[in-house]
């Protein structure tokens, strides 16, 4: 069955540092998104991506986060200047039209140190 | 009041017990409802996926949402020791693309 997945599993940074995040979504899906868990807190809506331009995003995506899909099969998550609360899992979703369930992949745990 | 509310557990049964579990929302405009099922260091898997009010069954699962309640709910029949791992409900409106989840449930199902 066709899956999301996401690279690295695990990412250790120091504060300040930028950090790429990287996914690969289901091949024929169009929309894509992420979302973060704090560690014993909610899962929370980042940013949604369509047709090459963001289409949604929430208060906690600000100017330090970026999204790219710099190729046809890769989606990436840009953090330029890593703080310690950005310390989390970070989930890759993806779906093939709007309105559709979205499957997510694993996750990228993030730490900032 | 929080937009999506569920309780954390952790919910312990035997084997072959119904399960039930539960979120209530605040949000009249959320239109589309999730279960997911989350197992430890994995990410959310879809369990269940229903637009509107209704009930909706697949396999040992039924999903059944109340908009008039903003109440939805998720039954496991035949529990088993492999169901064990965190449901979390998600939700969102015609026009949205983001998901509103819950807190999630731990469960566990003891043999």
């Known amino acids: 069955e066709p899956e999301v997945t996401q690279t690295p599993s695990h990412q250790v940074t120091q504060m300040g540092q930028e950090v790429i995040l990287r996914c690969v979504p289901i091949?024929?899906?169009?929309?894509f998104y992420w979302y973060r868990q704090i560690l014993g807190q909610k899962v929370e809506f980042l940013v949604s991506f369509y047709n090459n331009e963001i289409s949604e995003k929430s208060e906690i995506f600000d100017d330090q986060f970026s999204v790219e899909r710099p190729d046809g099969s890769n989606f990436t998550l840009k953090i330029r200047s890593t703080k310690l609360e950005d310390s989390a899992m970070y989930f890759c979703?993806?779906?093939?039209?709007?309105?559709?369930?979205?499957?997510f992949g694993d996750g990228t745990r993030l730490s900032i140190l | 009041q929080k937009e999506v509310e569920q309780d954390p557990g952790p919910l312990s049964v035997p084997e072959g017990a119904i399960v039930s579990l539960n979120c209530t929302y605040s949000?009249?405009?959320?239109?589309?409802f999730m279960w997911y099922r989350q197992y430890s260091r994995k990410g959310p898997e879809l369990l269940m996926y229903t637009y509107s009010s209704g009930n909706k069954e697949d396999g040992r699962f039924t999903a059944q949402v109340d908009k008039s309640s903003k109440y939805i709910s998720l039954f496991i029949r035949d529990s088993q020791p492999s169901d064990s791992a965190t449901y979390l409900c998600?939700?969102?409106?015609?026009?949205?693309?983001?998901?509103?989840f819950g807190q999630g449930t731990r469960l566990t199902i003891n043999p």
């Open positions: 979703a993806s779906s093939d039209r709007f309105n559709q369930p979205q499957h």
């Open positions: 998600a939700m969102k409106g015609q026009g949205a693309q983001k998901l509103v």
């Open positions: 091949s024929n899906h169009l929309y």
């Open positions: 949000n009249s405009a959320f239109q589309y």
